[in-house]
């Protein structure tokens, strides 16, 4: 070996030395969720990051920021792209405006029931509007559950579309929410999670939407007690990677970070189901009523939603799909 060539293998042996000893740095995932400590999706995100300790032989570990402590969802997705933070569990909604994909799983009576939903998110449906967010900066690691999403009202309960029109009810921040709102005849209000309660509370609005565990942990039943089994959208929750940051991992963590997000899935499934149930029990002792309602008339008015919603032939390709998966 020639006295260059020797120098020029010693200076690569020194530098692949610094970069092992680079990527065997320890590294912090900072995830954000709005949802309080015992909420399914915190819980999964935590066991995700047991996962994730273990194998990279505790190199890498996570640390989940609930209860809104980084701010609104709108905030951490906002962190997310920039980089600035590496993980946030949002709702998909959150996310319609950002890359339009998103919001065909949101679209209303699409999913005829929770095997359905799962199966078309565990498919390569789900893979497909998963990774729809990549161009906007967002790796889409994992979908997580949310259960249907139903009216609940203060002063009177909604048993058909006629019982809401008029009424003004708050909506997550999305375009497509606002529509679904408006198309039974109802004024939208879309606002923060964290702003509902006082907003129900002073009557500034007169009803929301959401599943049984965030109308009970917002403590929303108990400012308003009708709970109306309109079940109209089955919006699942999304976890999501910075691209930024994924881009600088080495192959072999982001295979760690990717496998331990899917095999969290699972886990919150059950824990789910567990908490919609309890969250039920919770909201019924508290004095909530459980209405049941007229569906077909709220299905029957969505067409319109479909119509402004589903804008390309990719949208249109994926709806059909989810309608063939039986
Ligand atoms: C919940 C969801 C939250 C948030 C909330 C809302 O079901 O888990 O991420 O989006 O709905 O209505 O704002």
Not at 19 to 42: C, F, K, M, N
Not at 158 to 177: E, Y
Request: net charge neutral; charged share 25%.
């Amino acid at each position: 070996m020639s006295y260059l060539n020797l120098k020029r293998a010693v200076l690569a042996g020194i530098a692949g030395i610094l970069l092992s000893a680079g990527t065997a740095q320890a590294l912090e995932l900072r995830s954000a969720d709005i949802h309080p400590d015992d909420y399914p999706t915190v819980l999964a995100v935590k066991k995700m990051g047991e996962l994730i300790q273990e194998r990279s032989g505790g190199r890498i570990t996570v640390k989940v920021f609930s209860g809104g402590a980084l701010g609104s969802e709108n905030d951490s997705i906002e962190q997310v792209k920039l980089g600035a933070l590496a993980m946030a569990r949002v709702s998909s909604a959150a996310m319609h405006n950002i890359c339009e994909v998103t919001r065909v799983p949101s679209l209303p009576f699409l999913f005829t029931s929770t095997e359905h939903l799962h199966k078309v998110l565990d498919s390569d449906i789900g893979d497909q509007m998963l990774r729809s967010c990549e161009q906007a900066g967002f790796v889409g690691l994992a979908w997580y559950d949310s259960g249907a999403r139903s009216m609940y009202s203060r002063d009177k309960p909604i048993r058909n579309v006629s019982d809401a029109k008029g009424m003004k009810i708050r909506v997550q921040q999305s375009d497509l929410s606002v529509a679904m709102i408006e198309a039974i005849g109802a004024n939208a209000t879309p606002m923060p999670l964290g702003e509902v309660y006082t907003s129900l509370k002073t009557g500034l609005i007169d009803a929301a939407e959401n599943n049984y565990p965030s109308y009970e942990s917002g403590h929303h039943y108990e400012v308003a007690k009708y709970y109306s089994k309109t079940e109209h959208t089955m919006t699942p929750e999304m976890l999501l990677f910075s691209k930024r940051q994924w881009d600088k991992l080495p192959e072999a963590d982001r295979k760690i970070i990717q496998d331990a997000a899917r095999e969290s899935v699972a886990y919150m499934r059950k824990l789910w189901a567990e908490r919609e149930n309890n969250s039920l029990q919770i909201v019924l002792k508290g004095g909530a009523e459980v209405v049941e309602t007229d569906k077909a008339s709220f299905q029957a008015v969505m067409k319109p939603v479909y119509d402004r919603f589903v804008t390309t032939d990719e949208m249109r390709d994926l709806v059909k799909r989810i309608q063939a998966v039986k």
